[in-house]
């Protein structure tokens, strides 16, 4: 075999390589870096995680014309694709830690928002209550595997504007929550002043309406409504070292559309003994 063929036969190799790993990066798994200690116990700062993006079904890339793990630096937003998923073998369950997309980050494409990793505490539709650090849904205990809960200076009723819906209207903090409905995709929710700062986000930025409110009476896109229904699913997400973990309880609700995967693996841990161990 001359140098030409042996040049052509690793290209060939090199290209097919590619495509494969982009293919199992896109659709299958994808490797993550824990970057905080906001999952302690469960995950540790450093630990290299295993994201199954078959588990609640992959999600078709958003912003096609970008390069993989750039992390937001190298993209085009010129072409820009409605949020799809393809099927996955199961829903998402609580207690999944999942791995998504930070919502905050609304300058960049969904798809193109850091990676942060939680634990899944309360699903769309559930009802959600946080009593002296403890979580309830739907009226019952969630215990959750790993969770640190501590006691904290946090009373009840004292207002903290950090926290989610980021109004005194709802003296929340990172011990007292709620009670909160998570939205579900086609439920109905009525609009009034009470209850608009916790779905405004919502309306206006994930689910791309314009909102406008005069002496009371709401206006979605020009038109009078009374009431607004969900085009997504929505998630209530907690770290599990819940005083030290920037979770729902600050940015709120977690759309569906920026969910990566299911976090199923620890790769490689520091901690002895972590490494290549199942996350519960």
Known sequence: MNIHNLLRAATRVLFVSFITWLVIHLFFFQAFHVPSASMNNSLKEGDYILVSKLACGPRVSITPLSLPFSNGNYFLDWIQLPYMRLPGYSDIRHNDVLVFN???????PVDERKPYVKRCVALPGDLLLVDSGCVYINERSLPIAGAVVESSLAKRDFYNP?????NARYKWNLDY???????????SVLLSTDNIVLYKKIIETYEHNKL??????????GVLRKAYVFKMNYYFMMGDNRHNSIDSRLWGFLPE??????ASLILYSKT???S????R
């Open 162 to 166: 950090n926290y989610f819906p980021n």
């Open 257 to 262: 559309d920026h969910i990566i995967g299911r």
């Open 272 to 274: 002895p003994g972590g």
């Open 102 to 108: 930070y919502p905050v980050e609304i300058n960049l």
């Open 212 to 221: 406008e409110e005069r002496k009371g009476s709401f206006y979605i896109n």
């Open 276 to 279: 290549f161990t199942f996350i």
């Open 177 to 187: 929550f709620g009670p909160l409905k998570v939205p579900s995709k086609g439920d």
